[in-house]
C-alpha cells in the first residue's frame, strides 16, 4: 500500500473540496452567474447586491484569456499544458437542462517553481467568461495541491479563492465503495456559507497532475 500526499503554501481552501467535500460554481458569465448565484443563495439568506455582482464580474473579467488555437475540449492553447479540463454541468441538473461550460487549469510548458504560470478558465472557446488569476507572475503563490493515494483511493484537490468565493477542482476515486466511486469536477463555496455548489464532468476529465509535484510547495 502506498500513501502520498502533497499540499502547497498555505492558501485559502475550503473543507468540502471537489465533491460533498468539493469546492466552488464555477466561473461565471454575466446573467448565468447572478442566476446560479440567487438559485445557491436563495435558501440560506439573500446574496449580494446586484450591483456588487456586476462590480465583481467586471473585476474578474478585465482582462481576457490568450488568444490562439486550442486544443480539443479544453480552454487551454496548444502552447500550454492540461492540468485538468472537462465540460461540465451543475450537479442535480440533468445533461440536457444544465449550461455546458469547460472548466480547464492550463500551465505554461516551462512551469517551474519560479517561472512559468498557471491559470483557471471557464466559458467556452471564444469566450472565456472567467480567468484567474488576470496576471501570469506569482501564480504558483495563489494555488493549494493537495494529493492522497492509497490501494483502491486516489484523491486530488486544487483549491484557490476569488474575491471571497472558494473554489476547489477535485478529481476523486474510490474503488473501496460499492459501487465505486469515481467523481470530477469543481465546487464553489459563498463567502459564510457552508454548503457548495458543485460542477461535475459530463464526460472523463482530461488531467495530468504530474506538473504540480515541485512547483506547489509541499505541506509540512
Known amino acids: 500500500m502506498t500513501v ?17 467535500r468539493a469546492s466552488r460554481p ?13 438559485a ?3 435558501r440560506a439568506g439573500r446574496p449580494r447586491s446586484q450591483q456588487s455582482l456586476d462590480c465583481l464580474a467586471a473585476k474578474l473579467n478585465s482582462e481576457p ?16 499544458r492540461i492540468i485538468f479540463s472537462c465540460l ?7 445533461a440536457s437542462r444544465g449550461p455546458s461550460k469547460i472548466v480547464s487549469l492550463c500551465a505554461s510548458r516551462d512551469l517551474e517553481k519560479e517561472r512559468g504560470y498557471l491559470q483557471y478558465r471557464y466559458g467556452l472557446p471564444g469566450k472565456v467568461e472567467l480567468e484567474f488569476p ?8 495563489m494555488f493549494q495541491y493537495t494529493h492522497y493515494m492509497r ?17 476547489q477542482i477535485f478529481d476523486d476515486y474510490n474503488g473501496e465503495e460499492k459501487p ?10 459563498a463567502p459564510g456559507k457552508p454548503k457548495e455548489v458543485s460542477f461535475v464532468c459530463r464526460t472523463k476529465a482530461k488531467a495530468d497532475y504530474s506538473m504540480l509535484d515541485g512547483v506547489l510547495t509541499r505541506e509540512q
Open 134 to 141: 488576470s496576471s501570469r507572475t506569482g501564480t504558483q503563490q
Open 26 to 38: 464555477p466561473a461565471y458569465d454575466g446573467h448565468n452567474y447572478r442566476e446560479l448565484t440567487l
Open 65 to 80: 484569456a490568450s488568444a490562439g488555437p486550442l486544443q480539443p475540449n479544453s480552454l487551454c492553447a496548444k502552447s500550454e
Open 180 to 189: 465505486r466511486i469515481s467523481t470530477e469536477g469543481v465546487n464553489v463555496t
Open 151 to 167: 490501494y483502491q483511493v486516489d484523491l486530488t484537490e486544487i483549491n484557490f479563492e476569488i474575491e471571497g468565493y472558494q473554489y
Open 88 to 94: 461540465t454541468r451543475r450537479s442535480g441538473v440533468s
Open 4 to 20: 502520498a500526499m502533497v499540499s502547497s503554501t498555505p492558501g485559502s481552501r475550503s473543507s468540502d473540496l471537489l465533491g460533498p
Open 40 to 42: 445557491y443563495l436563495g
